[in-house]
């Protein structure tokens, strides 16, 4: 069952720009961790938000969570031709066995 | 190197002919899993295992078998593979609960024809 749907599909935006990336999900969560793949290689940790945060930074990544909306969105501010990448948010549904991941955004970074 | 390896990269096989994709991680974590990646599908969990000879079904497992014998090794094992399991193909690792980040192996990207 898909727990998470990233908003938009794909972004397209010039070199400096920045992109901001949503996420909505459907049940309780614990926590909400947002990854990043390049084309076809494995996924890559970015960052981790729990319930009880609506707002975690690292470097160029700000990450926002709205429980009672349940969404969360992931801003690049600054963009470089190297994030163009896959961006997909992966929610626990507040199990403890798995990370239930959405379909991701596909971010294009034009230099 | 902290890493998950997986091998092969690439596969191609026919209908009906077992196979094995390798698993390893060195990074003593007790939980791994495999995923498929599918256009427009995400990723969806097959089978997960909490520690070794522990392993339980995820999202998609018709199909998939798995076994955990060693903490560091977890194979997929497709007795009989049919074209719906072309896909690509994660393994993940990671320490303790849902609030661990996980750690991807590079992917196997699996044809069955």
């Known amino acids: 069952s898909q727990q998470g749907e990233e908003d938009p599909q794909a972004l397209s935006i010039q070199e400096g720009e920045n992109a901001t990336m949503n996420c909505s999900y459907k049940?309780?969560?614990?926590?909400l961790q947002w990854y990043r793949q390049n084309s076809g290689r494995g996924l890559v940790h970015l960052i981790l938000?729990?319930?009880?945060?609506r707002e975690k930074h690292s470097g160029r990544l700000r990450v926002t969570l709205d429980t009672s909306k349940k969404s969360s969105s992931l801003l690049i501010t600054a963009s470089r031709a190297a994030d163009t990448a896959s961006y997909f948010c992966?929610?626990?549904?507040?199990?403890?066995?798995?990370?239930?991941f959405g379909t991701g955004t596909l971010l294009a970074v034009q230099p | 190197e902290a890493q998950v390896t997986q091998n092969p990269r690439y596969l191609i096989t026919v209908t009906g002919k077992k196979l094995t994709v390798t698993c390893s991680q060195n990074?003593?974590?007790?939980?791994m899993s495999w995923y498929r990646q599918d256009p427009g599908l995400g990723l969806r969990q097959i089978y997960y295992?909490?520690?070794?000879?522990?392993?339980d079904k995820g999202d998609v497992p018709e199909g998939y078998k798995v076994s955990r014998k060693e903490k560091r090794n977890f194979p997929l094992i497709l007795e009989s593979p049919s074209p719906n399991q072309t896909s690509l193909y994660f393994c993940?690792?990671?320490?303790?609960?849902?609030?661990?980040?996980?750690?991807f192996g590079s992917g196997t990207q699996l044809s069955v024809l």
């Open positions: 990074m003593n974590h007790e939980y």
């Open positions: 993940a690792s990671r320490f303790g609960g849902t609030n661990e980040k996980l750690f």
């Open positions: 992966a929610t626990d549904g507040g199990a403890t066995n798995k990370l239930i």
């Open positions: 049940t309780s969560i614990n926590n």
């Open positions: 295992s909490m520690n070794v000879e522990v392993t």
């Open positions: 938000i729990r319930s009880n945060e």
